[in-house]
């Protein structure tokens, strides 16, 4: 099928009532990794990709390129979108250049009416070429790879007017964080979400910071129109722990010495199983 738009995935599973997951993407083995998952899984899936990690990874065309071989020779039959996060207007640009079919612009620091022209401009060159757009309004609290929010709440009126510029799915603060949640975290803002989720005409709302939110939660935020969760610093945490304990257990060390690959495997097997357990906690596995 290669790589799609996340159009149809998301007014599907808005229609349906349940969540597609966005896990971003850093390297070849967090790809092959989440890929695998959403196969086996029968589910759709967002591969999302900040500005940081597309320049690590040597930019826009190599991802591409990666996944799109990768979803070649693994033969993956469920719909996968690649997903810019967090894009600034340039980058929106050059993602859609490169082959993204799905690109959020951030235009949430600036002010609205500047938000809004710009969100307008990228939906124009976006959708004549058949890219999918994430806007955002309200800010999502903490840092996401250099990109910083402070976490003020999105008010229904301004989701309304840029839910109407044409964008695919829109994110709104509602007093989520990116990174772990503190202690005396408040709880996400569900009267504010079930407003915009009434006011923005059945538009798949985008749900960040997705680590650390309790089950219930999200039970209930896709209840109210959380149709794409991003989840991100799981998979860093549990990537990290796994590639950690083998260093530790000295198994890096056994047989012929240093092997790249082995190294990686355990992280590896932890992101399939964050990402299995999230996309049956979300509602989209056997949905593709
Ligand atoms: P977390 O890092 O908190 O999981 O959030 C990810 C995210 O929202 C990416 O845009």
């Given at each position: ?10 007014q ?14 850093n390297?070849?083995?967090?790809t ?16 999302g990709?900040?500005e940081?990690?597309a ?6 065309n ?11 020779t ?12 967090h ?5 929106a ?5 490169a ?5 959020m612009?951030?235009g949430s ?7 809004v022209?710009?969100t307008k401009?990228i939906?124009?060159?976006a959708?004549a070429?058949?890219v999918?757009v ?17 976490g003020e ?7 309304r007017?840029i839910?109407k510029?044409?964008?695919t ?8 964080i990116h990174?772990s949640?503190?202690e005396n ?6 009267a504010v ?9 059945n538009m798949?709302?985008?749900?960040h ?10 039970t209930?935020a896709?209840?109210y129109?959380?149709?794409k ?6 998979c860093?945490?549990?990537f990290?722990?796994?590639t ?8 890096d060390k056994v047989?012929?010495?240093f092997d ?14 964050v ?13 593709a």
């Amino acid at each position: 099928m290669g790589i799609v738009s996340t159009k149809d995935m998301l007014q599907k599973a808005r229609r349906e009532g349940y969540a597609v997951g966005q896990f971003n993407i850093n390297n070849l083995e967090w790809t092959k990794a989440i890929l695998t998952a959403a196969q086996e899984n029968r589910s759709p899936v967002i591969l999302g990709v900040s500005e940081g990690a597309a320049k690590y990874m040597v930019g826009y065309n190599t991802v591409v390129g990666m996944v799109e071989g990768m979803m070649k020779t693994m033969n993956i039959t469920v719909p996968v979108a690649l997903h810019l996060d967090h894009g600034s207007y340039e980058g929106a640009q050059a993602a859609m250049a490169a082959g993204f079919k799905s690109v959020m612009f951030d235009g949430s620091h600036y002010p609205i009416e500047e938000n809004v022209q710009k969100t307008k401009e990228i939906v124009e060159q976006a959708t004549a070429i058949g890219v999918s757009v994430e806007a955002e309004v309200g800010s999502i609290g903490g840092e996401e790879d250099g990109v910083t929010g402070t976490g003020e709440v999105a008010d229904p009126e301004e989701c309304r007017l840029i839910a109407k510029l044409g964008v695919t799915m829109l994110a709104a603060g509602i007093g989520n964080i990116h990174g772990s949640y503190p202690e005396n975290w408040q709880g996400l803002d569900m009267a504010v979400l079930k407003e915009i989720g009434e006011t923005t005409d059945n538009m798949p709302l985008v749900l960040h910071g997705g680590t650390g939110i309790p089950d219930a939660m999200i039970t209930e935020a896709i209840s109210y129109g959380v149709s794409k969760i991003n989840v991100n610093t799981e998979c860093q945490l549990v990537f990290a722990a796994a590639t950690r304990a083998y260093i530790e257990a000295g198994k890096d060390k056994v047989g012929k010495g240093f092997d790249p690959r082995k190294l990686l495997k355990p992280g590896y097997d932890a992101i399939m199983a964050v990402v299995t357990e999230k996309m049956n906690l979300f509602g989209s596995s056997h949905k593709a």
